[in-house]
């Protein structure tokens, strides 16, 4: 059976500085028209950072959706054009400090393919280096280390509620308990 959608016409609501949203007009595969809202994000990275101590490094910063402070893996927003890997390396440097020798691609995760594209880029990265963090101008966090059975544990508890976080942590430590990370 055919289950692809075609778009018949694409109809931007808002264009923002960080999203757009769409009102399309679009054709179901039986052919009958019907009406897909679409949030345009240009995608993201996750790195789960694991120290030679098996701790992952996380960051706590204030998340204005949900009005709390969480706990999550480094991550950040893809610039027009950046490649994923770059912005991973540049991410994890400036929100922790550290630079890693060794990475791995853990893969994509779409976090809410109900409406929005958005596409995070998960990876794992080893062998750390502390340099200095580098903030931008309107970035509040703080970094801690949180051993990676804890974080298991965090993820099954519901204290660490960030998908990208979730799916990361639960990758990185099946690596490593299968020897191949």
């Known amino acids: 059976m055919n289950l692809e959608e075609k778009i018949v016409q694409k109809n931007y609501i808002y264009e923002g500085k960080i999203i757009n949203v769409r009102r399309d007009d679009a054709e179901l595969p039986n052919g009958n028209p019907c009406i897909r809202e679409v949030v345009e ?97 309107d970035e509040f966090l703080n970094v801690e280390k949180i051993p990676l059975d804890k974080a298991v544990e965090m993820v099954l508890n519901n204290e660490l509620r960030d998908g990208k976080t979730q799916a990361a942590v639960l990758k990185v430590k099946m690596l490593h308990d299968k020897g191949l990370w």
């Open 41 to 137: 994000h240009p995608g993201g990275v996750c790195v789960a950072a694991l120290t030679d101590a098996d701790e992952l490094l996380f960051v706590r910063q204030f998340r204005y959706p949900y009005l709390e402070v969480i706990a999550e893996l480094p991550a950040g927003k893809l610039e027009k054009g950046e490649d994923p890997f770059e912005s991973g390396k540049r991410e994890l440097e400036e929100e922790t400090g550290y630079v890693a020798e060794t990475y791995r691609d853990l893969g994509k995760f779409y976090p809410t393919p109900g409406y929005c594209g958005e596409i995070i880029h998960l990876y794992a990265a080893k062998d750390l280096t502390f340099t200095k963090q580098k903030l931008d101008e």
